[in-house]
């Protein structure tokens, strides 16, 4: 089963969908979720995601300023800033 992932900033959602790994850096350093991860609620620093879609697709978006959360493989980012990145 794939990780559900959710970023959105304050303005819009800006990426959604299934993922085989997400990373993000939070406050604490830069961590990695796959399927069957433990829950975690982080605050989220300054940087890069990266998401790797079940289709194998990368996806890069700059965030900062918010959270990330984890629980039943489901990874929702909330960030007060982040956009892609082409």
Request: aromatic share 4%.
């Amino acid at each position: 089963m794939p990780l559900q992932v959710t970023l959105v900033s304050a303005e819009a959602e800006v990426w959604s969908g299934e993922a085989s790994l997400v990373i993000a850096k939070t406050v604490e350093g830069e961590i990695g979720f796959m399927t069957g991860h433990e829950p975690v609620l982080a605050i989220l620093a300054e940087g890069r995601v990266r998401i790797t879609g079940t289709d194998g697709v990368k996806v890069e978006a700059d965030a900062k300023d918010g959270f990330v959360s984890v629980e039943n493989d489901r990874v929702t980012i909330v960030a007060g800033s982040a956009a892609l990145v082409p």
